[in-house]
């Protein structure tokens, strides 16, 4: 059996680059072809507006809106007259289909739509077992969930819909469910700007294993699919190219059971994997165990925010309580409940031997003492941490963040004992850098120019250093680095004209909202030294600014 986000595929589309995974308003298509996108998104959006005014949030309407595009590709499968149909029952069976669901109307339906969303979550392992575990209803007026069934879904043909026009529509759905900050939905959602540049200098090949640790809605891993498609697809035949759409040399891991599925539609949407083929998101801890003879290549991540790593226990009592996490893993260099920390200990360990890594992490990865010494030493000497990439706040959903970029290559020990690491290049994008989520967003362009100076596939020695002394561009040694305090690379040199000039052209709404972030952020900075005292705090939720 074939699988369905591969079973349009054809000669044709292996000469056809994927989708770029940028902003709608970036994505280097015709004016038509992003037209077509835009005016998708607006329908679906319509739809979300009126389940919204009845309770229910952006992220659980696309899960709503996942399983029911399922349901109806594969009836479009089923059915095409053109390709002459392709029988499919033991993927999804005749009393559990699309053409079972439409068949009925009101309560009928909705107890129907229960029991499909039941029976296609029993198959493990699976894309379609990840796509609807643990699925529910979330619709709870019938009337409105037969409006979807009927009126939405029922009338686009959505497997004659470009993959590019598919892929762009759910996404640009769950860029509107990450600016949702009562759901905390933006903790899963990385800026495609910034994962652009982050597949641009990583330059990932159709020889690479690629994974992504903490991998959300799975944009890093579009990303890099649809990279390997636009710059390698003419050097790949028919077979390689659906080889390589199959997913064999691409996975993810994900912690949330929700998020997962999203990751799992995303990427076939995307023309990735096959939907009755293994689930290229594996659902669990990332943390719990050391990678087990799958190593890749090629990692990406952003993993999520937050300082402590924890486990929610309830109690017999029925009490609830989030009890801090240690991993004890002989990989580990230190043991910490510090999450990014494991996360980049994780990522060490995941990379294969020469293979690389561009990771997000927030600054206290950089300076913090302790585990975060020893986690750093190590990252010196036994990889080579040749770039960091400051990032700028405002950027990012979640309130206060102030995060870096990390780009390291895994070595084989040298034979001198000597470090890995001989220079990092620093690139302050931060001062002097001003980026709200709605009046100024980060675009590529922004990043252009260190992309170019990064100058991916050329030797360090190629880059060339800002004569400037408040230039952006900085190398450091690894003498500077080892002998700074605690190993601190969290590494500032340049000065704000903005913050000093009182004449500043600024909008005071850009100053102000640099303000509320830069409290956020030292405000998580004095809650996590106060809890590591034993005081019982708490970060209030921060609302979008």
């Given at each position: ?163 590019d026009l598919k892929g762009d529509a759910y996404e640009g759905l769950l860029a509107k469910g990450a600016s949702d900050t009562k759901t905390g939905a933006g903790q899963y959602f990385t800026p ?354």
């Open positions: 059996m074939t699988a369905l986000a591969s079973d349009t595929a054809t000669a044709d589309d292996a000469a056809t680059p994927s989708s770029d995974n940028v902003p709608l308003t970036e994505t280097p298509k015709s004016k038509k072809a992003a037209a077509q996108t835009n005016t998708l998104v607006a329908k679906l959006w319509n739809y979300c507006n009126v389940l919204r005014d009845n309770g229910m949030s952006t992220i659980e309407y696309v899960e709503q809106l996942s399983y029911l595009l399922f349901l109806k590709m594969v009836d479009e499968i089923e059915n095409d007259e053109w390709g002459g149909g392709r029988d499919l029952s033991d993927l999804v069976p005749a009393d559990y289909n699309w053409k079972s669901l439409v068949s009925k109307r009101g309560p009928e339906l909705e107890a129907h739509y229960r029991a499909i969303l039941e029976h296609l979550g029993r198959k493990p392992h699976t894309t379609i077992g990840t796509i609807f575990a643990d699925a529910q209803n979330r619709i709870t007026k019938p009337a409105l969930l037969e409006k979807l069934v009927v009126e939405l879904i029922g009338r686009e043909e959505w497997t004659v819909t470009g993959t495609r700007a910034l994962i652009d540049a982050m597949v641009d200098v990583t330059r990932p090949g159709p020889e690479d294993t690629i994974t992504d640790p903490a991998c959300g809605t799975g944009g890093f891993l579009i990303a890099a699919h649809a990279y390997v498609t636009r710059h390698h697809v003419r050097d790949m035949d028919i077979d390689a190219r659906k080889a390589y759409d199959s997913g064999s040399k691409i996975w993810g891991n994900e912690l949330v059971t929700g998020t997962a599925r999203l990751a799992a539609m995303n990427m076939l949407l995307h023309g990735i994997g096959k939907s009755d083929g293994p689930s290229l998101i594996d659902v669990g801890d990332a943390l719990a165990e050391k990678p087990s003879g799958r190593h890749a290549s090629l990692v990406l991540a952003n993993p999520p925010f937050g300082r402590k790593s924890a486990i929610t226990v309830i109690g017999q009592d029925g009490e609830v309580e989030k009890e801090d996490v240690q991993y004890d893993r002989d990989d580990f260099t230190a043991t910490t409940t510090n999450k990014q920390l494991n996360f980049l200990q994780h990522i060490m360990s995941l990379t294969a031997v020469n293979g690389r890594a561009a990771v997000v992490l927030p600054d206290n990865v950089l300076f913090e003492g302790g585990a975060g010494e020893k986690v750093r030493r190590k990252l010196l000497d036994e990889f080579d941490l040749h770039t960091i990439l400051r990032l700028p706040t405002g950027i990012f959903y979640a309130g206060g963040v102030k995060a870096n970029v990390l780009f390291f290559d895994k070595k084989p020990p040298r034979a001198d004992g000597k470090p890995h690491t001989t220079v990092t290049w620093v690139y302050d994008f931060r001062t002097g850098q001003h980026f709200t989520m709605k009046q100024r967003p980060l675009t590529r362009a922004h990043l252009d120019d260190f992309v170019a100076r990064y100058k991916a596939g050329e030797p360090l020695t190629a880059r060339v250093a800002d004569e400037d002394e408040n230039g952006c561009w900085k190398p450091y040694t690894y003498e500077d680095l080892i002998g700074r305090d605690k190993v601190n690379l969290d590494i500032t040199w340049m000065k704000d004209p903005a913050l000093e000039d009182a004449d500043s052209d600024l909008e005071p709404e850009v100053i102000a909202e640099e303000i509320v972030r830069d409290l956020q952020s030292a405000l998580a900075e004095f809650t996590a030294i106060a809890k590591s005292l034993g005081a019982d705090v708490d970060v209030p939720e921060a609302e979008e600014v």
